[in-house]
């Protein structure tokens, strides 16, 4: 069994740690040297990625994470309306969706019930159905219109961290073929976000090389056994519900995701003395206005006592002054930084599991893939 964890004490430590390749495998061959988005297996053709005028998102768990960060992608890169839906509730609530809208499923798995019936759903209502799934042959891509596989290899442990990295890469790609398809007037920004792309890789190596300090906190936090409180911005919103998404299932302790401007109207007030607060600071450059009002934020809770934790960008003076413990992360777009910032929360939620005596690769209660309603 040691072995099949390639030298490490679980396949969760594991998994973190194929990241960079894994990443890089989702992006190999679907780039080409002029810089355009080949999807060739995405049985769509460029008319039919020109003729959409709206896409939906399903998906549920850690893959819905994805699909929130999406969104904010595809808005920005190609100006057509994207909502994201946990596929449980989706078609419970009569979507309005046609021949032009959209729909694409993210599950690793490709077999998680809530997700498929949604897809059922959109396709009776004639809508297309793109699937982002690391399974081949299963059942949510076979049941799609087109698929994209994010190549991330098995992922054992139950809570997921290459797929959910991955499932980020495949789905910026689909971002930004549908804006070169499209001729969006973004070209430069696509053409330079490219570029990051490829590079982010070495970067997840880089985050990943710098994890030490995530450990450290994450036993201290442990040993207060307090509840975890996670907060974001923008993309960074997300984020923090992925990591408290972990926490929960790896600690089997209280965690909650907020949007960092939603503190003022309620969750403010669960913050108590020690309380550890981990936010997740977009990048400061360009004295970007969104780092500005997380930096008042983290002022917010700081007042009344909680303990921040920030995951920033190398080099961020602003938010070193600010928060108690500083997490870096190599500078990077905006869109693609939960490819960098998800990756010290996996760590800091295995790491306090550790520490609680919990079963990081098998966390009770919860299943891999989820085949019932
Ligand atoms: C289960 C897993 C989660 C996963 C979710 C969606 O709850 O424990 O890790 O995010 O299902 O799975 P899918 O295979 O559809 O991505």
Redesign the pocket.
């Known amino acids: 069994a040691a072995a099949e964890k390639g030298g490490f004490d679980t396949f969760m430590a594991k998994e973190i740690h194929e990241q960079p390749q894994a990443v890089a495998d989702t992006l190999r061959g679907r780039i080409d040297e002029q810089g355009q988005i080949v999807l060739d297996e995405v049985r769509m053709s460029d008319q039919d990625f020109r003729d959409i005028d709206k896409v939906f998102i399903v998906?549920?768990?850690?893959?819905?994470h994805a699909g929130l960060v999406t969104k904010y992608a595809i808005e920005h890169w190609t100006r057509i309306p994207c909502e994201v839906e946990l596929a449980s509730e989706f078609r419970y609530r009569d979507p309005v969706l046609d021949r032009s809208t959209l729909v694409v499923a993210?599950?690793?798995?490709?077999?998680?019930m809530d997700?498929l019936m949604a897809v059922r759903h959109a396709k009776d209502q004639k809508a297309r159905v793109l699937s982002i799934s690391n399974t081949v042959g299963s059942t949510i891509p076979r049941e799609s219109d087109a698929v994209l596989y994010t190549r991330a290899g098995i992922e054992v442990a139950?809570?997921?961290t290459k797929?959910f990295l991955t499932q980020l890469a495949a789905c910026y790609l689909v971002g930004l073929h549908l804006a070169q398809v499209r001729g969006i007037k973004y070209a430069d920004e696509v053409s330079a976000i490219l570029d990051e792309l490829v590079a982010a890789p070495g970067k997840i190596a880089k985050v990943i090389e710098n994890l030490d300090p995530v450990r450290e906190m994450a036993r201290e936090c442990a040993a207060s056994g307090e509840r975890v409180l996670f907060i974001g911005r923008h993309v960074g919103y997300p984020v923090a519900l992925e990591g408290a998404l972990k926490l929960k299932?790896l600690a089997y302790l209280h965690a909650e995701g907020f949007a960092a401007g939603e503190l003022k109207h309620g969750p403010i007030s669960l913050i108590e003395a020690g309380t550890p607060v981990v936010a997740i600071v977009p990048s400061p450059r360009g004295r970007s206005l969104l780092h500005d009002k997380i930096i008042s934020n983290i002022q917010e809770v700081k007042a009344r006592g909680a303990k921040v934790i920030a995951v920033c960008e190398e080099g961020d003076k602003i938010t070193a002054v600010h928060a108690d413990f500083v997490i870096e992360t190599p500078a990077s777009p905006t869109l693609l930084a939960p490819l960098l910032t998800a990756v010290p929360l996996q760590e800091f939620a295995a790491e306090l599991a550790t520490a609680l005596g919990r079963d990081i690769d098998q966390p009770r209660n919860?299943?891999?893939?989820?085949t019932v309603e």
């Open positions: 998906a549920c768990g850690t893959s819905y993210i599950s690793q798995s490709g077999e998680t997700t139950v809570a997921s797929a299932e919860l299943a891999k893939s989820v």
